[in-house]
């Protein structure tokens, strides 16, 4: 089991940049991938974006494509979202994932941390 525990949340206006970062432990960093999903009110949670473990493969929703960059830090046994251009539909709780049990453009986890709130105002 991975731990995670996310940070970088925050309330931006329109247009602005937060970068979000999540702390892993419990196992070796390089043997697995990790991703970021969110979940806004009264929505279901959805996939953002997926590092591979090597962090040469990436993958995102279409919705943040251009605008969000996920990256990996084996020095720091982390993983960041930099989001720019931020919309007020980014507005959601973000959630750390590590450990795919099943890899692709839509991934799915087994380890999840507590979440990050992201509020963007118009």
């Known amino acids: 089991q991975v731990q995670l525990v996310e940070s970088g949340g925050g309330l931006v206006q329109a247009g602005g940049s937060l970068r979000l970062s999540c702390a892993a432990s419990?196992?070796?960093?390089?043997?697995?991938?990790m991703g970021w999903f969110r979940q806004a009110p009264g929505k279901e949670r959805e996939f953002v974006a997926a590092?591979?473990?090597?962090?040469?493969?990436?993958y995102y929703a279409d919705s943040v494509k251009g605008r969000f960059t996920i990256s990996r830090d084996s020095g720091k046994n982390a993983v960041y979202l930099r989001m720019n251009t931020l919309k007020p539909e980014d507005t959601a709780v973000y959630y750390c994932?590590?450990?795919?049990?099943?890899?692709?453009?839509?991934?799915?986890?087994?380890?999840w941390g507590q979440g990050t709130q992201v509020t963007v105002s118009s």
């Open positions: 994932a590590a450990d795919a049990t099943r890899w692709g453009p839509k991934p799915s986890f087994s380890s």
């Open positions: 590092i591979s473990e090597s962090g040469r493969t990436t």
């Open positions: 419990g196992r070796t960093f390089s043997t697995y991938a």
